[in-house]
T-cell receptor, first 114, second 119 residues
Framework: AQSVTQPDIHITVSEGASLELRCNYSYGATPYLFWYVQSPGQGLQLLLKYFSGDTLVQGIKGFEAEFKRSQSSFNLRKPSVHWSDAAEYFCAVGLRYNTDKLIFGTGTRLQVFP | GAVVSQHPSRVICKSGTSVKIECRSLDFQATTMFWYRQFPKQSLMLMATSNEGSKATYEQGVEKDKFLINHASLTLSTLTVTSAHPEDSSFYIC???????????????FGPGTRLTVL
C-alpha cells in the first residue's frame, strides 16, 4: 500500500539557520509529490509540487525540494528560516491513477527560536 | 484567490446529537470537494469525495450513514456527523477543486478546518 513517512515529528531551529524536513514515500511508481504548510486557523497551503522533469523544484516562501528516486525521498529545504515559518508541514503523495487521492504524512512541527 | 472557508471553526456537542459542518469555495466554483479527518499527531485521512449534484464516494471504512455529505451547489458542501459520539471528536478539513483545467493534476484548496468535540 502507498504510504508517506515523515520521520521527524518536531524540529526546532534558530532563526536564520538552514532547514531540511524529511519525507519518504512508498509507491510502485513515481508519484506526484507535494509539500503543504498548515498554520493555526488557516488551511493547508501548497508550498511546491513535483510531477516530472527537473528533480529540484522551487516553491513559495523560499522553499525548495529535491526528488530522489533512488531513495524514494522528497525532502524540503530552506537555506535560512524565518520566525514566520513556524508551522506544521505535511508531505503528500498523489497517485497517478487517481489524481483525486492525496496520501499525507503525519506532519512535522517546526518551531523557530529567535 | 482560491479561498475555501469552513463553518463553524469549532463546535462542541452532546453525544447523540448531529452536527453540520459547511465548506464553501468563496471565489471559484468547486466541482469536486473532499472531506478529510485529522487525528492529533496523525496525518489527514480522506473520508469522501463529492462531486456537485451527485452522491459522495466514501473511502473504505468510512460509514456513509454516519457522515452524510451533500454537495448541492458549486460553492457549498456540507458534512453532517449524525448521532455523534466521543470517538467522532476530531479535526475535519475540507478541500475544493475547480473544474478540471487539464494537465496532470488539479490543485485542491483547503479550508481551515473544524474542531469537533463530542461530550
Amino acid at each position: 500500500a502507498q504510504s508517506v513517512t515523515q520521520p521527524d515529528i518536531h524540529i526546532t531551529v534558530s532563526e536564520g539557520a538552514s532547514l531540511e524536513l524529511r519525507c519518504n514515500y512508498s509507491y510502485g511508481a513515481t508519484p506526484y509529490l507535494f509539500w503543504y504548510v498548515q498554520s493555526p486557523g488557516q488551511g493547508l497551503q501548497l508550498l511546491l509540487k513535483y510531477f516530472s522533469g527537473d528533480t529540484l523544484v522551487q516553491g513559495i516562501k523560499g522553499f525548495e525540494a529535491e526528488f530522489k528516486r533512488s531513495q524514494s525521498s522528497f525532502n524540503l529545504r530552506k537555506p535560512s528560516v524565518h520566525w514566520s515559518d513556524a508551522a506544521e508541514y505535511f508531505c503528500a503523495v498523489g497517485l497517478r491513477y487517481n489524481t483525486d487521492k492525496l496520501i499525507f504524512g503525519t506532519g512535522t512541527r517546526l518551531q523557530v527560536f529567535p | 484567490g482560491a479561498v475555501v472557508s469552513q463553518h463553524p471553526s469549532r463546535v462542541i456537542c452532546k453525544s447523540g446529537t448531529s452536527v453540520k459542518i459547511e465548506c464553501r469555495s468563496l471565489d471559484f466554483q468547486a466541482t469536486t470537494m473532499f472531506w478529510y479527518r485529522q487525528f492529533p499527531k496523525q496525518s489527514l485521512m480522506l473520508m469522501a469525495t463529492s462531486n456537485e449534484g451527485s452522491k459522495a464516494t466514501y473511502e473504505q471504512g468510512v460509514e456513509k450513514d454516519k457522515f452524510l455529505i451533500n454537495h448541492a451547489s458549486l460553492t457549498l458542501s456540507t458534512l453532517t456527523v449524525t448521532s455523534a459520539h466521543p470517538e467522532d471528536s476530531s479535526f475535519y478539513i475540507c478541500s475544493a477543486r475547480a473544474r478540471l483545467a487539464g494537465g496532470p493534476y488539479n490543485e485542491q484548496f483547503f479550508g481551515p478546518g473544524t474542531r469537533l468535540t463530542v461530550l
